[in-house]
């Protein structure tokens, strides 16, 4: 699908963009090198959002009217407040240009909505998808437009009451938004399930029905153009979109109300196992989980569910009755994600969590039948199949006070033997980064059932221990085990398209070293995956340091982890703290996010949210 070469420049058609709306205030996200950004007249007042803006020191006098900030669109818009920097006035044009992800884009359109009037008008570069590289989500060309595309499909499918135009202006397109509804819900309550649901779509997609809809959407930037002034001039309120709306928000009332019966009755046969168990009779937070859920009946007959209650009953839900047998099916489950980059975003979305946090922990104390190990029923992602996960406590200190058992080193599947930990390693690195089985992987441990796991995936899979002195660092000795340091790689540098290391780096004395030496073996648009012991506090806690002699002084009690070749187990140094990501920025990382999950159906428990990272080497055109 292509566009034609007699096509408007994008730049052109934002400039007739503004040429027809004037507009009074005007936000910017993706900068760059400020051309699109000159386009809006000396009289509208501008917001820039780019983490890494390009030469805008000679542009500076022709910018007087812009305020730039240089952070991602994810970080402006939780600690910004756009209606102060706009001086009280509505936002009126919005140009999208980031990060060409789908999800990033998502966001970024929800944030400009959320901010919109009825008059306001949303731009998104990028959406008219030219061919399989180009538009796929991993960097492959110098001209990249990314899956920006599937954000058109998604209001197509989900926002009905909103006017798309997509306007073939080269080289990919330029889609125009209005009718905006600064109130609707309907995308942020289902945002997880979008993401579950688009991520993965690929380029075959528009080869089917897609594709028509993509035609039918497209036209000439005039006639895009003349399209939006003539809804201005009549005023967004006509009684079209008005109907529009009030159609689209009836027909989803009527699906909730549907799924609302459907739903009760599975919960009344639920509730009744519970009130049978040994559990419920034991357990007082149970007891507080069945009124809650009892709620849901009094409210559904009503019309009115009560949001707590209904999540609940959600999370409550149990996994299907384990089989053992591999089916397609099992993997459609989306897995809820959050990726937050700094302290502040992680600070308010705790607090919008702290409900549903404290719903999952009752979700996990009714799990807890009794202090002995336990099968917990979900679906193993390695294995695709539907397992009995096993449970006990016996990496969980206070086991014997408050029988809740460790879960993060549990739930261990009986196939693949892989817990929770490292199940959900290989799930979030290809949900996050989509390595191939020719991907080159160095991974930081080679004896563990995660590696074994990983080598069946993954052809040019490379793993090591630290073996010591005993070797000489890059070769192998026993086993043929391969002896690395994390500090002293011995790797040619670009080696690899995706470096893992899973709970190695809080043992390491000079963990920065071992960033760095992640970084330098990175091919350009590598990416590094990583878990660490992370506190959630705005700086790393360090437990104790070695000095130049190797000598070890403690500052907090000693805590040992396991470690597969020493029986005595490895000593923790640091627990981290959100100023590690700050490190990694400094050592030139880009795209560096913690992503937080937790999941009941795949056995990612831990009453609050599980945390991976990802950080990304820079391409040479970023």
């Known amino acids: 699908m292509e566009s034609p070469s007699d096509a408007s420049d994008y730049l052109e058609a934002l400039a007739m963009l503004h040429e027809a709306l004037k507009p009074r205030t005007y936000l910017e996200i993706g900068v760059a090198g400020g051309e699109s950004l000159l386009l809006a007249h000396s009289h509208t007042t501008c917001i820039g959002v780019d983490p890494s803006p390009i030469g805008l020191e000679h542009r500076a006098r022709r910018l007087s009217n812009a305020v730039i900030f240089e952070e991602t669109s994810d970080t402006f818009f939780a600690t910004r407040d756009l209606d102060a920097l706009l001086q009280g006035q509505p936002l009126d044009l919005a140009f999208i240009d980031g990060m060409h992800l789908f999800e990033h884009a998502l966001r970024d359109f929800m944030n400009a909505e959320a901010n919109s009037h009825a008059g306001s008008v949303v731009a998104v570069h ?32 989900y926002r009905p009451d909103l006017d798309v135009t997509l306007a073939d202006a080269s080289p ?10 600064r109130h609707s819900s309907v995308l942020p309550g289902l945002y997880e399930a979008l993401l579950g649901e688009y991520v993965p779509l690929g380029w075959d997609s528009l080869e089917s029905e897609t594709a028509g809809w993509f035609s039918g959407l497209t036209v000439p930037v005039d006639e895009a153009i003349d399209r939006v002034s003539r809804m201005r001039s009549r005023g967004w309120s006509s009684t079209l979109i008005k109907l529009r709306r009030l159609e689209a928000r009836l027909s989803e009332s009527q699906v909730e109300n549907d799924e609302l ?61 384990p089989t053992g047998v591999r089916t ?27 409900e549903e946090h404290g719903l999952r922990h009752l979700v996990e104390r009714e799990l807890i039948a009794s202090g002995h190990p336990s099968r917990v029923p979900g679906t193993c992602f390695v294995c695709g199949k539907q397992v009995p996960f096993s449970v006990d406590y016996s990496s969980s200190p206070a086991a014997a006070l408050d029988l809740t058992p460790n879960w993060r080193e549990q739930l261990i599947c009986p196939c693949c033997h892989l817990n929770n930990r490292m199940r959900a390693c290989i799930h979030i690195l290809e949900r996050e980064c989509a390595p191939d089985q020719n991907s080159h992987i160095y991974a930081t441990e080679q004896t563990t059932p995660l590696f074994t796991a990983m080598s069946a995936r993954y052809r040019h899979l490379i793993g090591s221990e630290y073996l010591g002195d005993s070797i000489a660092l890059g070769t192998t000795g026993v086993d043929a085990i391969r002896n690395e340091s994390i500090t002293r790689l011995t790797f040619p540098s670009d080696s ?6 899973f709970d190695v780096l809080e043992h390491v004395p000079d963990y920065v070293k071992g960033f760095s030496e992640c970084f330098r073996c990175l091919k350009p648009g590598g990416s590094l995956c990583f878990t660490v012991p992370f ?28 470690d597969p070749l020493r029986a005595d187990g490895c000593l923790c140094l640091h627990h981290f703290g959100w100023d590690m990501l700050d490190c990694l920025r400094e050592l030139g990382f880009r795209d560096v996010a913690a992503v937080l999950y937790w999941s009941r159906d795949y056995g990612y428990l831990g009453a609050n ?14």
């Not at 690899?496 to 290391?501: A, H, P, Q």
């Open 261 to 321: 019966r459907a739903k009760l009755a599975a919960h009344v046969a639920q509730l009744s196992e519970v009130y049978a168990s040994t559990s419920w009779r034991l357990s007082a937070p149970v007891r507080l989980a069945g009124r809650r859920a009892g709620n849901l009946s009094r409210s559904a007959r009503s019309g009115r569910v009560r949001r707590g209650a209904c999540r609940l009953t959600r999370l409550l839900a149990p996994a299907p009755r």
């Open 172 to 181: 990919s397109g330029l889609a125009i938004i209005t009718g905006l509804d």
């Open 535 to 562: 506190t959630g506090g705005p700086a790393t806690l360090v437990r104790a340091c070695v000095n130049l002699e190797g000598a070890v002084r403690h500052i907090l009690p000693p805590e040992y982890h396991g």
């Open 496 to 501: 690899f398209d995706y470096v893992l290391s």
């Open 609 to 622: 949210d599980q945390v991976l990272f990802v950080a990304r080497k820079p391409n040479v055109w970023d």
């Open 328 to 354: 397609a099916h099992h993997m459609d489950k989306p897995l809820a994600v959050r990726r937050i980059s700094t302290y502040e975003q992680f600070t308010a979305y705790t607090e919008r969590m702290r």
């Open 126 to 157: 990028d959406c008219l998808p030219l061919d399989a590289i180009i538009s796929s989500r991993q960097r492959t060309t110098e001209v990249w437009t990314g899956d920006v595309w599937k954000l058109v499909a998604c209001l197509h499918k």
